[in-house]
């Protein structure tokens, strides 16, 4: 080949103009030697004018046979350096979580032919009072609010609808299944509990276990393989099943509402179902029976029917029954849907909450849980 191709040649040359020196190439070399000279003379001059400065503009003098020294100035202070802003302290979560459950009764006033009146709503009451609904499935019905905030429940699913059959243990085509939901309400478990011919409560649950009221006791489900062991068979509970709203189990301890009026609560050891305490309360029991986190202290919701209905709740000790407190939540005023206690929690091991709705003076409408709701604090010293 004689020649390069035009085309191929033109585009080395641009390739070339675009291309930058090679350090090593003379040009450069003279360029970096140019640079180098500048900064060295910029140095220079910078130094004589920090030495006239400091020497006044004076020539040194000799004093005493020695050289005078320039005056010396105090350093300048150096820039106060900003604090770091204090670390945000968020509010302790509580130690149970506040649920309430509204029954949704309504009222229509002036002999029914007037406004619909009524309460409605539920979920879980936030530590700024706030209400949270959960986006739970159509009949499920919670049982326990774990710390880390899942929900834990029970689905009921009709597999017949429409088909009339007798009601009871022995129903045909119906699911019982225990649910777990995540904080998001996810659903994270969901397995079959029923079984046919049995009774079946939530009572309870915690990070590891549901505790479910069957037919023969009391049993601990396993959250994560469903594996059941039995805490309480019935003879030692006292009763074939315990209805879910007047038992709360927890910290090796079972409380459980034995009778309305009075209010009588059980209070027995799990390990053995042994009774430690009988609590007496007297005026008429309500939902809502709590065990502290701990166990020691139970609280006990009642109302006095002699005393206009005023709603209480007394807190005693386990381990003794001694009454710590017996403190007064309210009055419901005598509408046609009266308010009252609507459930508690607590948030610590001392500090219980308790939440209380009721319609307005003069209510002419349904309202909405969260348009009255106020909590209350029951403190234990």
Known sequence: MNGVPEDLADLVHRAALATPPHVGDLANVRRRARARRRRRAAATAGGLVVLVALTGGAVPLLAGGRLARPATTAPAPASPVPAPPPPTIRPAEPAQRLMIAVDWTTWRLDGGKGPEVGLRGGGEVLPDGSVRRHRTPKDFSPGAALPDGRLVGLLYTDLMPGVRRTDGPNVEGLSIKLVVLGPDDAVEISREVRIKGQSIELLGADQRYAYLARDEGIVAHELTTGRERILLRSSAAGVDLIAAGQTSVGSDRLAEQRTDQPCRTDVRRLADGKRIARLTADGICMNGLRLSPDGRLVAVPYFLSNHGGQQRVAVYETGTGK???????????????????????????????????????????????????????????
């Open 323 to 381: 009454l710590r407190v017996d403190q007064a939540i309210g009055t419901p005023r005598r509408v046609p849907v009266p308010g009252g206690v609507q459930g508690l929690a607590w948030a610590d091991d001392t500090s219980l909450r308790v939440a209380w709705a009721e319609l307005p003076a003069g209510a002419r409408r349904v309202y909405s849980v969260e348009e009255v709701l106020k909590v209350v604090t029951v403190s234990v010293q």
